[in-house]
Every structure is written in C-alpha cells, then in structure tokens.
Antibody, heavy 121, light 106 residues
Framework: QITLKESGPTLVKPTETLTLTCSFS??????????VGWIRQPPGKALEWLGF???????RYSPSLKSRLTITKDISKDQVVLRMTDMDPVDTATYYC?????????????WGQGTLVTVSS | DIQMTQSPSSLSASVGDRVTITCRAS??????LMWYQQTAGKAPKLLIY???SLQRGVPSRFSGSGSGTDFTLTISGLQPEDFVTYYC?????????FGQGTKVEI
C-alpha cells in the first residue's frame, strides 16, 4: 500500500525559504521508473507541476521556478524534500507530493493529502 | 512548455447524463495524456492514463480517447459523486503540465 504525506510549515514570511518534506511508504525510490515530486494548487485555481526526482537521481523542474527550486531524496529515510527560496504571497497554495510509477508514462498514481502553505508577513 | 487547454471550464448536467470534456495540447503529445478527478479539498485522483487506459478501481463509465493534440474524457451516466472538477495532464515532455480544469455541476 503506497502512501505519501507532506509536512512542513503552514506559514512562511515573504523572502523566506520554504522546506517541505514528503514521507512515503510502500515503494522504493530506487526502483527503475519511479519518481516522486511536487505539484501545487493556489486556492481556487488549477494544478501546477513544480518538479520531480526520479530513481536514477534525474531531476526535472518547472522552468519558470527552476532558479528557486531544489528537490532532493533520502533513500534511507524514504523522504523527498522540496526547497523553494524567496517565497512570495503568490506562492500561497496547497502543496502536494505525488508518486509516479512510470517515468516513461508520466502518470501520477498516488498523491499525498496536501499541505496548505500561506505566505504572509 | 506545452500548454493544455480544457473546454469547457464548467458545465451543467444531470444525474444519468453523458458528458464530454475536451483537452487540447499546444503541440503533439502522442498518447501521453492523463485525466484526474478532484473533489474540493482533496488531492486529485488518477482516472485515466496514456489517453485511454482506465486506472485500477475506476468505474467503467469513465473513458478517454484521442491522440496527437486533441483528447476527450467521457463520463457515461453521471453519478452524484461525479459532480467535481476534472484535469488533464500531459507527460510528453517536462515540465508536465495540466489543463485549467473543468467543473461539472448539477
């Protein structure tokens, strides 16, 4: 049974760095084809893909956010960490981590419950 | 980035209706198209992958078709729990991108 859960601050100040952790179980991020990444959704708006890290340590980022994003994995802890610098109120959103069982297909078959991050002074 | 355009942005329907949602890509994405269902306040749920493959456990009233740039999600016989929001997503190239969503309302 695959599960993912996001954790981190619910409130950050403008210009601060956001660090979110995705803790997962039921699969290994060492398995060929598997990836874990981040998608966000501002209140009342659409989903936005942020980036993914894959079994072979390949990392893909949204070009519009690439300069601010870092995604890393800790295989021993079954965790993936998102770091986003220079936070702004427009970054207020629910942040989801998601599992992809097949890099070549790109499907997102398991999702965490999401965590709402508010950016405000 | 590949842009995904969904239409309509919202639609009104009744229980038992057949509805179709369209997703258009800004360039050919072969069959790398997924559909998700999202209930308010919840994470999206994968319905269909690779354009037309039904995810395990998803009712057969959901179906997908298309190729290249034009894709459709069809729900045959709307049930009360289907009145939520649907998103398409392409995975032909990163960044994987989503459509803006279609809200199905009573």
């Amino acid at each position: 049974q695959i599960t993912l859960k996001e954790s981190g601050p619910t409130l950050v100040k403008p210009t601060e760095t956001l660090t979110l952790t995705c803790s997962f179980s039921g699969f290994s991020l060492s398995t060929s084809g598997v990836g874990v990444g981040w998608i966000r959704q501002p209140p009342g708006k659409a989903l936005e893909w942020l980036g993914f890290i894959f079994w072979d340590d390949d990392k893909r980022y949204s070009p519009s956010l690439k300069s601010r994003l870092t995604i890393t994995k800790d295989i021993s802890k079954d965790q993936v960490v998102l770091r986003m610098t220079d936070m702004d109120p427009v970054d207020t959103a629910t942040y989801y981590c998601a599992h992809s069982s097949d890099f070549w297909s790109g499907l997102l078959d398991y999702w965490g419950q999401g965590t709402l991050v508010t950016v405000s002074s | 980035d590949i842009q995904m355009t969904q239409s309509p942005s919202s639609l009104s329907a009744s229980v038992g209706d057949r509805v179709t949602i369209t997703c258009r890509a800004s360039q050919s994405i072969s069959n790398y198209l997924m559909w998700y269902q999202q209930t308010a306040g919840k994470a999206p749920k994968l319905l269909i992958y690779d354009t037309s493959s039904l995810q395990r456990g998803v009712p057969s009233r959901f179906s997908g078709s298309g190729s290249g740039t034009d894709f459709t999600l069809t729900i045959s016989g709307l049930q009360p729990e289907d009145f939520v929001t649907y998103y398409c997503q392409q995975s032909h190239r990163t960044p994987w991108t989503f459509g803006q969503g279609t809200k199905v309302e009573i």
